[in-house]
């Protein structure tokens, strides 16, 4: 099996090799009591399921070990990236901040999610410099609002999702290197499902994700987003960006079979409860402006059989 590399996938496939072979882990060595790690996995439980119903029910379907860890990943890049958006101190010493407490070797006893995450980085093996490549990632929401092309906006997709896949793959476990490329693809996919959901919203946070060379090759303007048109130019946009975004989580889907057993589902289940996503945007004419895309509780459980029987299958 041979995964098809873009060419502006090589710099980010290099990047995810260097932190998978340049980083130590961090030590196994605790001295955080048992009760403290349940209780911080707990509060990591609650705050995924409070802010990602996808990810909540996407990671019910791992073994419990493995699925109160990737929930501590979860809240780990949950706060990393409150931090940037919704937090009222200074945003830039209150990150620096955080990434000190939460890659210590020993986290502060009174951070839940530091103490869940130190726990599964170490239990798990998790190369700290995915870590840090993720609060990058979401640093780049400071001083950035624009991509001018495609590439650019893979980069930023590459340090604010693909690292969390990558980070997700040493606790469901991968057959080995071969499995890295696949990953990098995953995330900047979800990434793009994201971005394409959150168009309108984004804008009026001051963000446009957006690729500005392709919005202009087909006439469009940032007033165009600032008045949420909906012509044929949009449309035709959107059909664009759909169609590459399907092709890239086809593309990743094989990865799915690098995984250890127990863990395909889950991912599995993730990739196409997002890739739904597209179908809703699809369906109610290409607005991202005035209704945010989903996929409703019932419509994911429905996926669940077929996603199993093609994981199994894997």
């Not at 469901?172 to 979800?190: D, H, M, N, Q, R």
Request: aromatic residues 10%; glycine residues 6%.
């Amino acid at each position: 099996m041979t995964v098809q590399i873009h060419t502006w996938e090589h710099r980010l496939v290099n990047q995810a090799y260097e932190a998978l072979q340049t980083v130590t882990p961090a030590s196994r060595e605790t001295v955080v009591e048992q009760s403290l790690i349940n209780r911080a996995y707990a509060h990591c439980r609650a705050i995924t399921a409070k802010h990602s119903r996808s990810f909540y029910l996407a990671s019910s379907l791992l073994p419990a070990d493995k699925r109160r860890a990737v929930r501590a990943l979860y809240a780990f890049c949950r706060v990393s990236d409150d931090i940037v958006d919704v937090a009222t101190s200074p945003v830039e010493p209150t990150l620096t901040e955080w990434r000190k407490r939460v890659l210590a070797a020993q986290p502060a006893r009174n951070d839940l999610v530091a103490v869940a995450w130190t726990d599964t980085r170490t239990r798990y093996g998790i190369p700290q410099r995915y870590a840090e490549q993720l609060i990058d990632g979401v640093a780049r929401d400071l001083h950035q609002t624009r991509y001018t092309t495609f590439p650019d906006l893979a980069t930023y997709a590459y340090g604010v999702a693909s690292t969390v896949g990558l980070m997700s793959m040493h606790i469901t476990g991968f057959s080995g290197p071969e499995a890295i490329p696949y990953a990098v693809k995953l995330g900047v996919a979800l990434q793009l499902t994201n971005i394409l959901r959150d168009v309108g919203e984004d804008w009026q946070n001051g963000r446009v994700y957006l690729p500005q060379d392709e919005l202009e090759a087909f006439g469009l303007t940032e007033a165009d987003l600032a008045s949420g048109r909906m012509d044929d130019r949009w449309q035709a946009f959107l059909r664009f960006q759909i169609e590459r975004n399907r092709q890239l989580y086809a593309e990743a889907w094989p990865g799915i079979g690098l995984l250890d057993p127990d863990g395909k589902l889950a991912i599995a289940a993730a990739a196409k409860f997002y890739e739904t996503i597209l179908d809703d945007i699809e369906a109610n004419g290409y607005d991202v402006f005035k209704r945010r895309a989903h996929v409703s509780a019932w419509g994911k459980l429905r996926l669940v059989p077929s996603i199993w029987w093609q994981s199994r299958r894997m």
